[in-house]
C-alpha cells in the first residue's frame, strides 16, 4: 500500500527565508505527484502537477522536484512572504489507479 | 467555466439523519473524485467516476455511503445514518481526463459536516 510521508509536520520562519518542504512515498510506480495549497477552511489549490518522466516544474517562486527512483519529492518556495503560510500537501497518482494519495501535510508560518 | 463547486458548505446532522452532499465539477471534466478529510489529516479517497461510470468505490468506509453521477455531470455524496465519526470535511474534485499520465485534479472547497 502507498504511503506518503511528509517532513516536517510543521515549520515557522522570517519573511524572506528560503524553504524547502519533503515528501517521501513508498511506491515508486507512479503516473505523477502534486504538490497543493490548503488555507484554513479551504480546498486545495493546486500548486504543481510533475508526471513521471519529468525531474521539476517550476511557477513563480515554487519550484518542484522529483526524484521517482529514490521515491522523492522537494517543493522549495524562495523568498518566503507571509501570505504564503499555509498548509502544503503532496499527493502521487499510482499506475495502479487514479486517486491521489496524499500525506498529512506541512503547516506552513512565515512570520513578517 | 467557474471551478469545482460543493454544497452545502456546512452540515450539522443529528446522528442517525441522513444527508446529502452536491458536487458540480469544471465543466467538461470526464473524472470526479469524491475524499474525505479528517481534522488535520490529509485528505483520503472514497470513490472516482468516469462520466456516469463509478469505476472505484474502494475507500467507501461502510455501506452507509453511497456515491452517484447519474448524467456525467453532476455529483451526490449520500450518507445514510450518520455517524458521529463522519465528521469530516468532504472535498469533491475533478479532471479534465480519463487519463491518468496526465490527471491534474481541481478541488472544490469541501463540505465541513458535523454529526452530533
Known amino acids: 500500500k502507498q504511503e506518503v510521508t511528509q517532513i516536517p509536520a510543521a515549520l515557522s520562519v522570517p519573511e524572506g527565508e528560503n524553504l524547502v518542504l519533503n515528501c517521501s512515498f513508498t511506491?515508486?510506480?507512479?503516473?505523477?505527484l502534486q504538490w497543493f495549497r490548503q488555507d484554513p477552511g479551504k480546498g486545495l489549490t493546486s500548486l504543481l502537477l510533475?508526471?513521471?518522466?519529468?525531474r521539476e516544474q517550476t511557477s513563480g517562486r515554487l519550484n518542484a522536484s522529483l526524484d521517482k527512483s529514490s521515491g522523492r519529492s522537494t517543493l522549495y518556495i524562495a523568498a518566503s512572504q507571509p501570505g504564503d503560510s499555509a498548509t502544503y500537501l503532496c499527493?502521487?497518482?499510482?499506475?495502479?489507479?487514479?486517486?491521489?494519495?496524499f500525506g498529512e501535510g506541512t503547516q506552513l508560518t512565515v512570520n513578517p | 467555466g467557474a471551478g469545482v463547486s460543493q454544497s452545502p458548505r456546512y452540515k450539522v446532522a443529528k446522528r442517525g439523519q441522513d444527508v446529502a452532499l452536491r458536487c458540480d465539477p469544471i465543466?467538461?471534466?470526464?473524472?470526479l473524485f469524491w475524499y474525505q478529510q479528517a481534522l488535520g489529516q490529509g485528505p483520503e479517497f472514497l470513490t472516482y467516476?468516469?462520466?456516469?461510470?463509478?469505476?472505484?468505490k474502494s475507500g467507501l468506509p461502510s455501506d452507509r455511503f453511497f456515491a452517484e453521477r447519474p448524467e456525467g455531470s453532476v455529483s451526490t455524496l449520500k450518507i445514510q445514518r450518520t455517524q458521529q465519526e463522519d465528521s469530516a470535511v468532504y472535498l469533491c474534485?475533478?479532471?479534465?481526463?480519463?487519463?491518468?499520465?496526465?490527471?491534474?485534479?481541481?478541488f472544490g472547497p469541501g463540505t465541513r459536516l458535523t454529526v452530533l
Open positions: 474534485a475533478s479532471s479534465r481526463t480519463g487519463y491518468s499520465s496526465y490527471n491534474e485534479q481541481f
Open positions: 511506491d515508486s510506480a507512479i503516473y505523477n
Open positions: 510533475i508526471q513521471s518522466s519529468q
Open positions: 499527493a502521487v497518482v499510482e499506475t495502479s489507479g487514479s486517486r491521489l494519495t
Open positions: 465543466s467538461g471534466h470526464v473524472s
Open positions: 467516476f468516469q462520466n456516469e461510470a463509478q469505476l472505484d
